[in-house]
């Protein structure tokens, strides 16, 4: 008979290798990763508070650069980010604005409509057999979720229901909550180990000083007190006295109203969507975390602070006293990736091991691998 659930450890039963070293540092396993991964599912392309009415905007991913443009009365359309006539990018790093309606080519002026269609071809004057319907914009599968938006480049996207598993935050006002900070940086590391690092809190006590005490549990280096019988792993989530991931600890404004007796306890609310971002909510503000791979060894890290726009406009309300505590714990991963990466391309290394704690990673690294076989 099957245990309960509750019972089941979700500790390995052995200790299994990692993936071999060259699926990190491999041009051609990346490359691989790009088309099987990043091409096919799910990524979070950001906040549609940040993108305003009648603007362009590229955005990058592992499979190519799309095109975001948002037109009036908030109509999203996404393509790829290339001309058919002649493969100019049609927007670059800076957001372009435009009318609304009409997609213009900054080489030659061709303009395509929000639907992709090929409008006008400017000074170019095409003979009779061209074919103007053959030669619109590529789509990109585009959905907006409670103000976040994700594209798919895949023809046959995967499903978006559940959710991806953001109905874990219906009891946050997702929808209506504001960016008050944003920071990105470029890591020196595979986007896999960036992943790896987040899946275990074995390095927690070591590398996070703070945040291990302000979450009593990390410091027995466990993501979660069904993990080990250690004494006071099954106390409070957060440090006594303290309700959210600030620097003094207290929240940064009113608490959202509608999150249960469980969500406030718990401290913080996680959701991962694998390959790119992971949410994390707090009583008081929420925070998005989005990864873009930029070569086998380089990985672009977006961090974003949401808060409601009361909160963002209180007096005296100290951003910094919000932004610090999680930089502080992305800037310490940061540096444990890197030096993660460095190790990693050591020659004669081929692989690690993981611990029976580690079983997030191994469940990732089937994630991984069930699609770079399919
Ligand atoms: S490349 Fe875009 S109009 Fe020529
Ligand atoms: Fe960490």
Redesign the pocket.
Known sequence: MPEPAETVSPLLKSCPPSLPATAYIDPQWYARECDRIWRREWIYAGRMNDLPANTLRRVETAAGACLVARGAEDRVSAFLNVCPHRGAELCGAADRDFNGALITCPYHAWAYDLDGRLRSTAFATPTPDFDRAAHGLTGVAHRVWNGCLFLCLSDDPPDFSPDLGLAALDNWPMDRLVTGHAMEVELACNWKVFWE??NE?L??PG??PA?SRRVPVYRQGVMSAAETSAPGAAGPALEPGTQSWTVDGRPCGPEFPDLSAAERAAGHTFVTIYPGVFLVAHVDYLRIVSLTPLAPERTRLRAEWLFAPETLAAPGFDLGNVVDFAAT?LA??GA?CEMNQRGLRTPGFRAGRLMPQEFEIRAFHDWVLARLDD
């Open positions: 690092n987040y809190c390095h927690c590398i996070h945040l714990v310490e991963d444990a």
